[in-house]
């Protein structure tokens, strides 16, 4: 019996480890910090190298002010989301939970402007993912300021996703969750604000609440790019998500592209408002390929004033 109580004892006590573990960190981080990022009184002050130290179950709480990915004019830096890192925005600075930040009142933003003034210099991509699953979570952020203008070919990181790259590329799997976000004012040449990167591998963001506003690709995809070339998948979600003024030759809002590999794009309650395609698709285009291709676009989905149409011809459209 005592054997029998004493192995049940270490169970539990093994078990009370993996939990804490599976808990994690709370960094702090605020842009005077003067710390380590151990407490709101010690909170850290660079946020790209808290990242870089968060791991899988760890938590970052941002206060509100902007942040940069370098104190240099390094185009190539980033903040880096490792897998399983939640990083909540809109912090005052003295919150003891997440549910007590107010991220409209306190913005939290997130910058590629630096270099010299003007965004001809800014970071390539803002934020860069890969290979991250869906418990990576980004919430409560205004994400501006990214210009993917470097020369490259399709699928480059320095040509695509000015605010966020998001890389699930070549076998690779990421699915990250972006949440009470705005991406707003980023290039590109395509995706300006998001590339989903899918070629030959995965992913499958969700955006729940976010704003795409203002951003502008030279190419295609004003404020999203889709991905999923060479048998890749590609399969975004967006809930309350709203689409404004973005510009694009085509899809000045979403544009998506298969080529032998599956896209499924899925919207709930989303509106798209005066966004302008240089050629078509205003709201939405699809270059449909080999492959298959389909859009989910629910009833509550509302589309204005898009130019020149709200969404091309070239899809397999069903509604629910």
């Not at 791991?55 to 980033?78: F, I, L």
């Not at 809109?90 to 997440?98: D, M």
């Not at 934020?127 to 699928?155: H, M, P």
Request: charged residues 20%; aromatic residues 12%.
């Amino acid at each position: 019996m005592k054997l029998f109580t004493g192995v049940f004892f270490s169970f539990l006590m093994s078990c009370s480890c993996l939990f804490a573990q599976n808990e994690g960190n709370i960094f702090f981080v605020r842009p005077d910090g003067p710390g380590d990022g151990t407490s709101w009184e010690e909170a850290a002050s660079d946020l790209a190298a808290v990242l870089r130290q968060a791991e899988a179950g760890d938590q970052v709480w941002v206060a509100t002010g902007t942040y940069k990915p370098t104190a240099d004019s390094e185009r190539e830096a980033s903040f880096e989301l490792n897998d399983g890192v939640r990083v909540f925005g809109g912090f005052r600075g003295s919150e003891s939970t997440a549910e007590q930040r107010d991220w409209l009142n306190y913005p939290t933003v997130l910058s590629g402007e630096i270099g010299d003034t003007g965004y001809q210099d800014n970071s390539f991509s803002v934020i860069y993912t890969e290979n991250v699953s869906d418990q990576t979570l980004l919430d409560g952020f205004i994400v501006t300021g990214g210009n993917a203008n470097g020369q490259s070919d399709k699928g480059g990181r320095i040509r695509c996703g000015g605010g966020w790259f998001n890389n699930g590329s070549k076998g690779k799997v990421s699915h990250p969750v972006i949440r009470n976000c705005t991406f707003t004012n980023n290039h590109g040449f395509d995706g300006a604000a998001f590339y989903n990167y899918g070629e030959s591998g995965s992913c499958a963001p969700r955006f729940v609440n976010c704003t795409f506003s203002q951003n502008q690709a030279e190419l295609d995809g004003g404020a999203i790019f889709n991905d999923g070339r060479r048998g890749g998948d590609c399969r975004p979600v967006f809930k309350n998500c709203n689409f404004v003024e973005n510009m694009a030759s085509y899809g000045a809002a979403i544009f998506a592209e298969n080529e032998n590999g599956q896209v499924e794009l899925n919207f709930q309650n989303c509106l798209f408002k005066e966004n302008m395609a240089y050629l078509w698709g205003g709201g939405i285009f699809t270059k449909k390929g080999e492959g298959e291709l389909e859009m989910n676009i629910g009833k509550d989905c509302k589309f204005h004033d898009n130019y020149p149409t709200d969404i091309n011809k070239s899809y397999n459209l069903s509604r629910d």
